[in-house]
């Protein structure tokens, strides 16, 4: 079975610094994707980034990038120049394609606080 | 377009008793889910659909059950709430199926929080 894991449950970071949280995860699978979601106190599941398995070039959306190591099997997410907003709890996960359907396999999760 | 809608937003149940946690959405999505998040555990799938009429288990199914008599409709039943049924649940759908690609994303409603005493 797939698992996917983040080691760290919390991280703080100020204002316009950059952070990093991590995520390893374990598969058999050579094809697969990979996402962040980011859930603020609103509860709401936001998609941030996503990684195809098979692309080397790491993907970025604006202040959001990720570091993709395929052979080490990390994905960790980088958020550059911090904002307030960007507090809240983000969660790595891990699709395959399967028969019966793509569901979504979630790493623990790690709660980001952003200091003024 | 209103994506993915969970009823209710917050519950509280008595040891025993039963009851559905509604979802629907209107995007013509075929997969959809139920998933439980618990602190320190991230979100466990319960059950899934790939269309209407098929339904399968998650990791955690015990204790639900799920029907999809339409594309649109997927609840969720608890059939005797426990304490360790309290969490917070949450609904999401996309499209699915072969040739599907992997990348696409998961839509997700607002969550229903739930409290068993």
């Known amino acids: 079975a797939q698992t996917v894991t983040q080691s760290q449950p919390e991280m703080s970071v100020q204002e316009a610094e950059t952070v990093t949280l991590s995520c ?3 598969t058999s699978e050579s094809d697969y994707y990979l996402f962040w979601y980011k859930q603020p106190p609103s509860r709401q599941m936001i998609l941030v980034i996503r990684q195809e398995a ?3 070039q790491n993907a970025t959306e604006n202040r959001f990038s990720v570091n993709f190591q395929k052979a080490a099997k990390s994905f960790s997410l980088k958020i550059s120049d911090s904002q307030l907003g960007d507090a809240a709890m983000y969660f790595c996960a891990y699709r395959r394609e399967e028969t ?3 569901r979504l396999t979630f790493g623990e999760g790690t709660q980001l606080t952003v200091n003024p | 377009n209103a994506g993915v ?3 209710p937003k917050f519950q509280v149940l008595k040891t025993g008793q039963s009851m559905t946690l509604q979802c629907a959405q209107d995007m013509n999505h075929e997969y959809m889910s139920w998933y439980r998040q618990d602190p320190g555990m991230g979100l466990r799938l319960i059950h899934y659909s790939v269309g209407a009429g098929i339904t399968d288990q998650g990791e955690v199914p015990n204790g639900y059950n799920v029907s999809r008599s339409t594309t649109e409709d997927f609840p969720l039943r608890l059939l005797s709430a426990a304490p360790s049924q309290t969490s917070v649940y949450f609904c999401a759908s996309s499209r ?3 040739g599907t ?7 997700f409603g607002q969550g229903t929080r739930l409290t068993v005493v």
């Open chain 1, 100 to 102: 019966s359907g793509s």
């Open chain 1, 24 to 26: 390893t995860y374990d």
């Open chain 1, 54 to 56: 098979y692309k080397q």
């Open chain 2, 101 to 107: 690609p992997m990348n696409t994303e998961a839509f």
């Open chain 2, 5 to 7: 809608t969970q009823t």
């Open chain 2, 96 to 98: 699915g199926g072969w």
